[in-house]
């Protein structure tokens, strides 16, 4: 059975997002878990996917550019992201989208059908979020990794990655290490 691997940014306190919606601590969403070679679908929620369309169809298409939405030019993690998104199949699990515009992307509409994609052949499906799908993955016991990058903040109101959790979980620490910043990065095998 190939694994689910769970990764998010979050600050000190457990949040994901600010009160706005959006991480503004954060400042590059690139694949700073190490996850690229391991994994060979994405998994996400029907509330995250239209920005995570939007965002990574605007990075792909910069051409070294600033992007609309934030006025920045892409960070070569981000550049590097978006030419592994493009190419990689991804599955959104949502009950209320009709349909997805992203190519090699597909709907599935339940817990069960998660389950059936970690059955098939093939290596990790990397679940980059939201917070209530995550939640309700680690419910069902679907989550394998737990991999969290860790800002030097206390982000108050937002998101909280864990508030949806409806019951304990047992986690065994597969690696720990500082990054530059005060950054901190963890990963976790989930029971």
Known sequence: MRPL???FKT???GQITGPDGYA????????????TDRVDACL???RMYPGYE????????ADGGPLPMTETIPTPGEVAWGAFAAQTPHYVLSSTLESVAWPQTRLLRSVDEVAALKAQDGKGVYLMGGAELAASLIDAGLV????LITYPLLAGPGTSLFAGLAQRR???LLDARPLDGGLVAVSYAVH
């Open 11 to 13: 600050s000190i306190d």
């Open 24 to 35: 503004d601590w954060v400042d590059g969403w690139s694949d700073d878990y190490g996850l």
């Open 144 to 147: 394998d990794e737990l991999h």
């Open 54 to 61: 939007q965002y990574w169809t605007a990075v792909q298409a």
């Open 44 to 46: 996400l929620g029907g």
């Open 170 to 172: 047992p986690l065994d």
């Open 5 to 7: 691997i769970a990764a």
